[in-house]
């Protein structure tokens, strides 16, 4: 056996190189988790009694308040947090279309959500305007997961490449 100076280095295989989480992929996964935590927030009081999002739209359902044609989306509201799931899934798996349509997905039905119940006479409550916001950027960053690849490289971080001027 000789000493550690003389012994000779076994190269190890290298591991396979870690993909990178780009800030859209960490924003796209915390704005859709914000989205889905704000929804068990208060949203509106009624009396001395506040209600989350779900409360809510059951309350709404079972007192026949729901316009028509959104009865669907009020029995499926409670999937919310499901649709949300997958956006973050699909991210972590780097499957951009798929985390993007259930971002935009997701936050959309929230918005609409939201804004009913900001459109009612109960009291809003800070759930509901952390939602519509978490929802609006939930949108923004879903259609830009959307985007081909390309067409996000298109402008580099350091902004728009300069073009030659013409000649004279």
């Given at each position: 056996m000789g000493t550690l100076a003389t012994m000779s280095t076994v190269a190890l295989p290298r591991a396979p190189r870690a993909t990178r989480a780009t800030l859209g992929e960490v924003g796209l996964a915390a704005v859709v988790?914000?989205?889905?935590?704000?929804?068990?927030?208060?949203?509106a009081a009624s009396g001395r009694a506040e209600r989350n999002s779900f409360e809510l739209v059951s309350l709404a359902e079972q007192l026949d308040l729901l316009?028509?044609?959104t009865h669907v989306l009020?029995?499926?509201?409670?999937?919310?947090p499901l649709l949300a799931s997958v956006a973050v899934a699909a991210t972590v798996l780097s499957r951009p279309r798929l985390a993007g349509t259930a971002a935009v997905l997701s936050g959309a039905w929230s918005a609409a959500v939201a804004i009913a119940v900001l459109r009612s006479p109960l009291a809003p409550r800070p759930g509901?305007?952390?939602?519509?916001?978490?929802?609006?950027?939930?949108?923004?960053?879903?259609?830009?997961?959307?985007?081909?690849?390309a067409a996000r490289r298109a402008h580099p971080p350091g902004g728009p490449r300069e073009r030659p001027a013409p000649p004279a």
């Amino acid at each position: 056996m000789g000493t550690l100076a003389t012994m000779s280095t076994v190269a190890l295989p290298r591991a396979p190189r870690a993909t990178r989480a780009t800030l859209g992929e960490v924003g796209l996964a915390a704005v859709v988790a914000v989205g889905v935590g704000s929804a068990f927030l208060p949203w509106a009081a009624s009396g001395r009694a506040e209600r989350n999002s779900f409360e809510l739209v059951s309350l709404a359902e079972q007192l026949d308040l729901l316009p028509r044609g959104t009865h669907v989306l009020a029995v499926l509201w409670p999937a919310l947090p499901l649709l949300a799931s997958v956006a973050v899934a699909a991210t972590v798996l780097s499957r951009p279309r798929l985390a993007g349509t259930a971002a935009v997905l997701s936050g959309a039905w929230s918005a609409a959500v939201a804004i009913a119940v900001l459109r009612s006479p109960l009291a809003p409550r800070p759930g509901v305007g952390l939602a519509l916001g978490a929802a609006a950027l939930s949108i923004v960053l879903g259609a830009g997961r959307l985007l081909p690849a390309a067409a996000r490289r298109a402008h580099p971080p350091g902004g728009p490449r300069e073009r030659p001027a013409p000649p004279a």
